[in-house]
C-alpha cells in the first residue's frame, strides 16, 4: 500500500467513525424526544383527570311526568355559539359568560314550556358552534385582552359552563343530543402549524363529553363530535338530522371576509356545499339548512330554498368591532323548534337576550 492510498484508507475509517458517532448521537436524541413526548402526553392526560375531579357538576334530575299536548311532536334546537370564554372587555369577562349561558338555559327552558301548550316536546338539540374558548395567540396583542389561562378555559371553567347547561336540558328533556363543532379561536398557533386535530375547542368538549359519561351511557344523551375523518381533515363540520330535516353545522370562519357578514362568500361556499353534497364529492348529505357562528350577529337568509341562520355571541362590548367593522350586537344565542315529520322550522328566536 502506497503512502497516499494509506492516507485515503485512514481517512475513510475516520468519516465512518464519524458517521457511526453522529447516528448515535442523533439516535439519542431521538429517544429523548420520544420520552419528552411521552410525558407530555401522560402530563396532559393527567391534566385532565385533574381538571374532571375539580368540576362540581350535581346530579341530574330525571325530568318529571308531564300531560303531554295533543298536536304534532316537535323538537327543540339551542344554540350555543362564541362564547369566547377567558375574553376580557369593559363589559365581559369569564364571570359575565358563565351568568350569559346559565340565562340562556333558563329562558330555552321556559319558552320550551310556552310551547308545550300547543305540542308535545320530549326531545332537544344543542348546537355547540365554536369558539367556546377565545385562545391565546389567535392576534397580536391578545394577552392583553384575557382574564384566564387557556388550561382554565379549555379543561376547566369551559367544562363546567357546558356541562351544566346540558344537565339543565336533561332535567327537562327525555332526551339530549349534542353536535359540537370546533372554531377558529380554539386554534393553537397559526393555521397548519400543528396537527390537524389540534383544537382547544375540541378538549373543551371531550372533556364535558367525559364528565356526562353516564348520560351518555344511560341512552339519554347523544353526543356528536366534528371529528377529523381523513388524514389532513380538521373536521371542521357536522350533519344533524332531526326527521327530515338535515343542517349543517359549521363555525362560520369559512366564510371569508373582512367587513361584517361577507354575503356573496356565503352564498358562494353554501351552494357550492350543496352541490358537492348532492354529486356524492363529499359525505355530506343532501343538506336542506346551514347553521353557523362566528360573526356575532344573528342573521336568517334563504339562498334557493336553504335556510341560512347564523348566531349572536355571549359577549357585549368588542372595541375592535366598533372600531374596525362598526357593528356589534347585543349578547344573544339562538332558539328554534322543529317538526322533525314535516322537516320544517316551525318557530325560532334568533335572539334570546342575554344581558
Not at 43 to 60: F, Y
Not at 153 to 164: E, K, S, V
Not at 197 to 209: H, I, L, P, S
Request: aromatic share 8%; proline share 4%; with cysteine.
Amino acid at each position: 500500500m502506497s503512502f497516499d492510498d494509506a492516507l485515503v484508507e485512514a481517512s475513510f475509517e475516520e468519516r465512518i467513525k464519524k458517521a457511526y458517532a453522529d447516528n448515535n448521537r442523533l439516535r439519542k436524541r431521538l429517544l429523548d424526544k420520544n420520552e419528552l413526548t411521552t410525558r407530555t402526553v401522560e402530563a396532559v392526560e393527567q391534566a385532565v383527570l385533574e381538571a374532571v375531579s375539580m368540576i362540581d357538576i350535581p346530579k341530574v334530575p330525571k325530568p318529571r311526568s308531564r300531560k303531554l299536548a295533543p298536536g304534532t311532536p316537535e323538537v327543540a334546537v339551542a344554540w350555543i355559539a362564541d362564547i369566547q370564554l377567558g375574553k376580557r372587555t369593559p363589559t365581559y369577562d369569564s364571570d359575565i359568560a358563565e351568568e350569559r349561558i346559565d340565562r340562556h338555559a333558563d329562558k330555552v327552558l321556559k319558552i320550551t314550556n310556552m310551547h308545550r301548550s300547543a305540542s308535545p316536546i320530549t326531545e332537544c338539540h344543542v348546537w355547540m358552534l365554536g369558539d367556546i374558548v377565545e385562545g391565546e395567540g389567535i392576534f397580536p396583542g391578545q394577552e392583553w385582552l384575557l382574564d384566564s389561562s387557556l388550561y382554565e378555559q379549555a379543561m376547566n371553567r369551559g367544562p363546567r359552563i357546558l356541562a351544566m347547561f346540558v344537565r339543565r336540558m336533561l332535567s327537562e328533556f327525555d332526551k339530549v343530543v349534542v353536535h359540537a363543532v370546533i372554531g377558529n379561536h380554539g386554534r393553537v398557533g397559526k393555521r397548519g402549524q400543528f396537527h390537524y386535530e389540534t383544537n382547544t375547542d375540541r378538549m373543551c368538549y371531550k372533556v364535558t363529553e367525559t364528565i356526562l359519561a353516564d348520560e351518555i351511557e344511560s341512552g339519554r344523551l347523544v353526543w356528536e363530535h366534528s371529528e377529523p375523518g381523513m388524514s389532513g381533515e380538521r373536521g371542521w363540520y357536522s350533519i344533524d338530522r332531526i326527521g327530515n330535516l338535515t343542517t349543517l353545522l359549521v363555525h362560520g370562519d369559512q366564510f371569508r371576509g373582512s367587513l361584517g357578514i361577507p354575503w356573496y362568500g356565503v352564498r358562494k361556499k353554501v351552494l357550492g356545499w350543496k352541490a358537492m353534497g348532492a354529486a356524492g364529492a363529499l359525505p355530506f348529505t343532501d343538506f336542506d339548512d346551514v347553521a353557523f357562528g362566528h360573526w356575532h350577529q344573528a342573521v336568517t337568509w334563504t339562498i334557493n330554498g336553504i335556510g341560512v341562520r347564523g348566531s349572536g355571541s355571549t359577549e357585549s362590548f368588542n372595541d375592535y368591532a366598533a372600531e374596525e367593522l362598526a357593528g356589534m350586537s347585543r349578547p344573544s344565542q339562538r332558539l328554534m323548534f322543529v317538526n322533525p315529520d314535516k322537516g320544517i322550522v316551525t318557530a325560532e328566536y334568533p335572539e334570546i337576550w342575554l344581558d
